[in-house]
T-cell receptor, first 114, second 112 residues
Framework: DAMVIQNPRYQVTQFGKPVTLSCSQTLNHNVMYWYQQKSSQAPKLLFHYYDKDFNNEADTPDNFQSRRPNTSFCFLDIRSPGLGDAAMYLC?????????????FGPGTRLLVL | QKEVEQDPGPLSVPEGAIVSLNCTYSNSAFQYFMWYRQYSRKGPELLMYTYSSGNKEDGRFTAQVDKSSKYISLFIRDSQPSDSATYLCAISWGGGGNKLTFGTGTQLKVEL
């Protein structure tokens, strides 16, 4: 049973062409996260939502934005992708915001920028 | 200096071997320690979670934390080919809305 679903699994975009990645969850969790994972690097938190409250990491570029229209869905918008934005983008959810709450990850969307 | 350091491997062992995976961290404020397993083309999944120094066992897996040395380990006994994956340590200081700092991951291959 899929719990955290990411679409598409692979996305190819052109340099500078806006792209949107999507995440949905069937867990009814309050918190949703977006991570960027470049090849052979650690996943890096970009931002997260606690319900409708948006929390941006200080070093997340302005080029990255997010929307959460309802509990189930969260989107990652990259306004003008550069070659350096090619990465795996992971969505995760947790029931609450305490560290003891397990984060459940989706399979990721691999973004290629041409 | 990175907050969390992890040997990227790859590490190749024969089936049945004991595997030791390690991370070091620099911030003594970190209190919560996790190990995630990531299969190829999948997202990470939580394997083990510990809070205090000492050992925690779950089947073939043992997580060990030494806060005095800022060193954490994951031991896998009787390793199986199905254990072949990338193992990421993840650490948190407990605030920031469940913010995790991940290591780069160690790629493990268990050979038949």
């Amino acid at each position: 049973d899929a719990m955290v679903i990411q679409n598409p699994r692979y996305q190819v975009t052109q340099f500078g062409k806006p792209v949107t990645l999507s995440c949905s969850q069937t867990l009814n969790h309050n918190v949703m996260y977006w991570y960027q994972q470049k090849s052979s690097q650690a996943p890096k938190l970009l931002f997260h939502y606690y319900d409708k409250d948006f929390n941006n990491e200080a070093d997340t570029p302005d080029n990255f934005q997010s929307r959460r229209p309802n509990t189930s869905f969260c989107f990652l918008d990259i306004r003008s992708p550069g070659l350096g934005d090619a990465a795996m983008y992971l969505c995760a959810t947790s029931r609450g915001g305490r560290v003891q709450e397990t984060q459940y990850f989706g399979p990721g969307t691999r973004l290629l920028v041409l | 200096q990175k907050e969390v350091e992890q040997d990227p491997g790859p590490l190749s062992v024969p089936e049945g071997a004991i595997v030791s995976l390690n991370c070091t961290y620099s911030n003594s404020a970190f209190q919560y320690f996790m190990w995630y397993r990531q299969y190829s083309r999948k997202g990470p999944e939580l394997l083990m979670y510990t809070y205090s120094s000492g050992n925690k066992e779950d089947g073939r897996f043992t997580a060990q934390v030494d806060k005095s040395s800022k060193y954490i380990s994951l031991f896998i006994r009787d390793s199986q080919p199905s254990d072949s994956a990338t193992y990421l340590c993840a650490i948190s200081w407990g605030g920031g809305g469940n913010k995790l700092t991940f290591g780069t991951g160690t790629q493990l291959k268990v050979e038949l």
